[in-house]
């Protein structure tokens, strides 16, 4: 079975900041890993993924992933947040080895990200 | 293009009453999902479908039906709304059989059942 956890339901963060969200997850194989934004009364936005190679991802909007095997997280990172980063944010991982099973995702419970002024 | 659509936005419901939410894409997309959204609980994936005239069971499938009778719509029925099933309802889809294909996600259907 594929799993994910995501420790933190809020982080906050002063603007200009780094910040880290975190994630780590159980697969049997190897991880497909995903991020997706959601923004207030939207639906999730695609951020990034990570399939093979490097281990660093880097995706929309200034924002990167790092993942770690040996871990087995996948940490949601930004250099310097911006209050527009506010939002809630779902990791999300498919088990190379399933097959069939229409590409199913498994999706954390979400972290609220909260930048201040 | 539109992406993924979904109607209605919003929905009252009356314990016992019946309604379909409708998804539609216009990317060509084979695999489309229905998820539901509850506060603490993330996404959980309701039934999903590989391809046109095809239909699976997901994480929570009791008391939702689906049907995929054409590629580009995915229809989620509820038979007799229960109170439990107050949540925001979610439609994706995403291209066939690469794994590593992200979803992408309509803008949400607020269900309140009474």
């Known amino acids: 079975a594929q799993s994910v956890a995501q420790p933190e339901d809020q982080v906050n963060v002063a603007e200009g900041n780094p910040l880290t969200v975190k994630c780590t997850y159980s697969?049997?194989?190897?991880?497909?890993l995903f991020w997706y934004v959601q923004y207030p009364n939207r639906g999730l936005q695609f951020l990034l993924k990570?399939?093979?190679?490097?281990?660093l991802v880097k995706g929309s909007y200034g924002f990167e992933a790092e993942f770690n095997k040996s871990q087995t997280s996948f940490h949601l990172k930004k250099p310097s947040a911006l209050v527009s980063d506010s939002a809630l944010y779902f990791c999300?991982?498919?088990?190379?080895?399933?097959?069939?099973?229409?590409?199913?995702?498994?999706f954390g419970t979400g972290t609220q990200l909260k930048v201040e002024l | 293009n539109a992406g993924v659509t979904q109607t209605p936005k919003f929905r009252v419901l009356k314990t016992g009453q019946s309604m379909t939410l409708l998804c539609a894409q216009d990317?060509?997309?084979?695999?489309m999902y229905w998820y539901r959204q509850d506060p603490g609980m993330g996404l959980r994936l309701i039934h999903y479908?590989?391809?046109?005239?095809?239909?699976a069971k997901g994480e929570v499938p009791d008391g939702y039906n689906v049907s995929r009778l054409k590629k580009q719509n995915f229809l989620l029925g509820l038979e007799s709304a229960a109170p439990s099933q107050t949540s925001v309802y979610f439609c994706?889809?995403?291209?066939?059989?690469?794994?590593?294909?992200?979803?992408?996600f309509g803008p949400g259907t607020r269900l309140t059942v009474l």
């Open positions: 999300a991982v498919r088990d190379t080895v399933l097959t069939g099973g229409g590409n199913k995702l498994t």
């Open positions: 990570y399939i093979t190679g490097d281990n």
């Open positions: 697969v049997s194989g190897n991880p497909y």
């Open positions: 994706a889809s995403s291209y066939s059989n690469i794994p590593y294909n992200e979803q992408f």
């Open positions: 479908s590989v391809g046109e005239g095809t239909t």
């Open positions: 990317m060509n997309h084979e695999y």
